[in-house]
């Protein structure tokens, strides 16, 4: 035993047991150590194979059980128990009982009526099944005959080295994977390994690689060959159809034909109602396409006007911008107004910190101003909310005009009637706010007289002072006190002032983002009027395509309509013409037609190959095969007249045929093979009888064998038969001779 062999087995196993539950932890098998033997030990390998490919043993993963099951099964065993389990120890024992095992299965070949056909003499087919080598080699060298191969197999070792046998094997049990040309391309490889390599790659296509390598192959390995072949037995063991399946399958594919000519009329009548369905959507998006055109016009009108107005927005836009850049200038001149006031006030607080009642009638005023002041401010305020809500009111709108095309005219008109209102209305509240300035203007004039009057008064108050300067040293504390407290409240003003400046700050700076946002807004609408140009000018260049694609279709399902016109006359001209060619081979009479094998030269040498022969009259013709004979030019024509014909020995030949016989045409030799002896003397003797037939006339061009006023006679005698026998339609013509048979 070999390490191939291991290794083959390994790979079998692996491949048989693939997804078992009960050996994941044992599969897949290493075939370059030595878990095989390891595995095949615990007996649990086995016993699920014999499970598997045995149905009906019941098996336990031991010893004995598996070598009980193995004898039931047809297996010579030669291992004993206590050897299986110690399988490392006992290699060559192991190796035989496991391939006995596999080839037990691989023999399992159940007698049909197919395999009758390599029978030989008297043998029986049950005796045949059981031997497996033997039958394998028949089915081999049946497919090797079949496919016209000149050599046989009648080992699994030498005969199988080169692997030009696989190659024609596989090929012919094979042909939906492996085609001629492959067949060729192994021809012509020179080295035996490659050719092998290629034949098992040819087995991986039908799923039948397993067993052997090239190298197995090229060094002739005699149970791997044989596990190989019976493994391609199995995915094919059909010997093809006999004659009479060959005769009923061209009449079910004539039929089918017949089939086929009548759907190809209905589906001509069915394109050429599609052709007329077609014309009719044509001319129905030829209309929708006008209709859309129209409207692509009107939307473009309607995008101008808005586009107009949409200006003419913006330019009022402009304005009420510039309106709020004037009322925020007011409004920083009077913030400063109102801070030199704070200054001149707190400049009169610092001089006059001694006179109380002065401070505090100085302290309401200037609490009554800052109410006042921060009342116009918070006016203010919400006169610059009003404005950026009014902004906001604008943009809303503006954007709803210009997503509602249809509506948007309408609207605007009445964006542009109550825009107007507002900038009155704006106007009016500006004037107000104006009035309002000049009223606190007027107020911090009166405050001024009041501290120019406070300054008249000084003198009498430091009268009153010198009066009370006892009082006020028993108060000086309560008025430190009082002076740290106006101090805290001035800072709180202060802070106050500066707080609303900020938010001052801040609502400016939020009306420039506000005013930021909406001019995004606007390139974002502009573009989006850009991006539905460009749609609609696509749509216009879509709808050109439509119209050359439907154009083109139309154009196209005409050509196709008079093609398949075309085609179904040119079909029916046929079938009368091959049905006329039939009726003429009936009135004709043919004396003998039938299978018989022909001698030719290929790529691979001198091969046998069979072919149709038609024997009518003296004329002996051949074709590649019986479809081939009404229709088409013959393969080869020899006049019989001018022929010998000779008995030979086909053991001196090529390929050992034994019926065979070759005509002599005195150019060429011609050797044919029949089947049996019978058939043989049967072609001969028609062959020889149609030696004698005289029913023809022969028009031959040879020159200086008559002269003149011969060929003028025949010439003369041969066109009286030609104006005779075309007058009855009975002429056969065969352009390829220098010969016309008329009957």
């Known amino acids: 035993m070999t390490d191939a062999e291991k290794r083959a087995y390994c790979n079998y196993f692996n491949g048989e047991l693939r997804g078992d539950a009960d050996l ?47 004898k039931q099964v047809g297996v010579k065993v030669n291992i004993a128990p206590d050897e299986l389990e110690d399988s490392v120890n006992n290699i060559d024992m192991v190796l035989e009982f496991v391939w006995q095992l596999i080839k037990a299965y691989l023999s399992k070949i159940e007698p049909n009526e197919d395999l009758k056909r390599l029978l030989e003499g008297d043998e029986k087919l049950a005796v045949l099944c059981s031997q497996p080598e033997k039958l394998l080699i028949r089915w081999f060298n049946f497919h090797l005959k079949v496919h016209g191969h000149h050599r046989t197999v009648s080992n699994f070792t030498s005969d199988l080295k080169d692997a030009e046998n696989y190659a024609v094997l596989l090929s012919e049990i094979a042909k939906d994977s492996v085609s001629e040309d492959d067949l060729v391309e192994a021809f012509k490889q020179k080295n035996p390994a490659q050719r092998a390599e290629m034949v098992l790659r040819w087995a991986a296509r039908i799923g039948c690689r397993k067993f052997v390598t090239p190298k197995d192959i090229a060094e002739g390995n005699a149970n791997l060959n044989f596990a190989f072949v019976a493994t391609l037995f199995k995915r094919y063991p059909a010997l093809g159809p006999t004659s ?26 069915d394109l050429r109602s599609q052709i ?19 409207n692509f016009d009107e939307i473009c009108s309607e995008r101008d006007s808005l586009q107009s107005e949409k200006t003419d927005l913006e330019s009022l836009l402009a304005e009420v911008n510039a309106e709020n850049l004037s009322l925020e200038e007011e409004i920083d001149s009077v913030s400063s107004e109102k801070d030199d006031f704070f200054a001149q006030l707190e400049a ?67 964006l542009e009637s109550s825009l107007e209102a507002k900038l009155e209305a704006h106007i009016t509240e500006r004037k107000e706010v104006s009035s309002q300035l000049d009223a606190a203007r007027a107020e911090l004039e009166e405050t001024l007289r009041l501290a120019d009057e406070a300054e008249q008064t000084k003198d009498d108050l430091f009268k009153l002072l010198t009066d009370t300067i006892t009082e006020l040293e028993t108060a000086k504390a309560n008025a430190q006190a009082t002076q740290e407290e106006l101090e805290n409240t001035l800072a709180e003003e202060k802070a106050k002032k500066e707080k609303a400046h900020q938010a001052l700050l801040d609502k400016i700076e ?43 279709d139309k154009a196209a399902a005409l050509a196709a309509a008079l093609s398949e016109r075309e085609r179904a006359l040119n079909a029916a001209e046929n079938e009368k013409d091959q049905a006329l060619g039939k009726v003429r081979m009936l009135l004709s009479g043919t ?10 030269s290929t790529l691979v040498g001198l091969q046998w190959k069979k072919k149709y022969f038609v024997l009518q009259d003296n004329l002996f013709c051949w074709y590649s095969s019986e479809k081939n004979v009404s229709g088409q030019k013959p393969k080869g024509v020899i006049y019989c007249e001018e022929s010998r014909i000779y008995e030979m020995d086909g053991k001196d030949l090529h390929g050992k045929k034994e019926f065979v016989f070759q005509i002599d045409t005195g150019k060429t ?26 029913l023809g006339v022969k028009v031959v061009s040879e020159a200086g064998d008559k002269n003149e ?4 006679k025949e010439v003369m005698l041969l066109l009286l038969f030609l104006y005779f026998c075309i007058s009855y339609h009975d002429i056969i013509i065969y352009p390829d001779l220098w010969s016309i048979n008329i009957y």
């Open 24 to 70: 994941k932890e044992t599969l897949p098998i290493n075939s370059n150590s030595d878990d095989f033997y390891k595995a095949v030990s615990q007996c649990l390998l086995l016993s699920k194979f014999i499970t598997k490919r045995f149905p009906g043993q019941s098996v336990e993963p031991t010893a004995s059980s598996v070598i009980a099951a193995a």
């Open 244 to 269: 009479d399946e060959i005769v009923s399958d061209l009449e079910l594919r004539i039929e089918e034909t017949e089939s086929l000519l009548a759907e190809s009329i209905l589906d001509k009548e």
């Open 276 to 294: 007329d369905q077609t014309l009719l959507d044509f001319d129905s998006l030829t209309a929708e396409l006008a209709d859309l055109e129209l």
């Open 348 to 414: 009169e607080i610092n001089i006059k910190v001694d006179l109380e009642t002065l401070l505090k009638e100085t302290k309401e005023e200037f609490e009554t101003t800052k109410t006042t002041t921060e009342t116009k401010i918070s006016d203010l305020q919400k006169q610059l909310e009003e404005e950026i809500a009014l902004k906001d009111d604008y943009s809303k709108r503006l954007e709803d005009s210009l997503l509602e095309l249809e509506n948007t005219k309408l609207e605007a008109k009445e």
């Open 510 to 552: 939020e009306f420039e983002t506000a005013l930021a946002a909406w001019k995004v807004e606007r390139e974002g609408l502009l573009q989006r009027i850009e991006e539905l140009e460009n749609e609609l000018e696509e749509l216009r260049e879509e709808m050109a395509a439509k119209l050359a694609q439907a154009l083109a």
């Open 591 to 600: 004396a003998k037609e039938g299978p018989l094998w022909k001698l030719e």
């Open 669 to 694: 030799r011609v050797n044919i093979a029949a089947e049996t002896q019978e058939d043989l003397k049967s072609w001969m003797t028609e062959i020889r009888v149609a030696k004698k037939k005289k």
């Open 709 to 712: 006023k011969g060929k003028k």
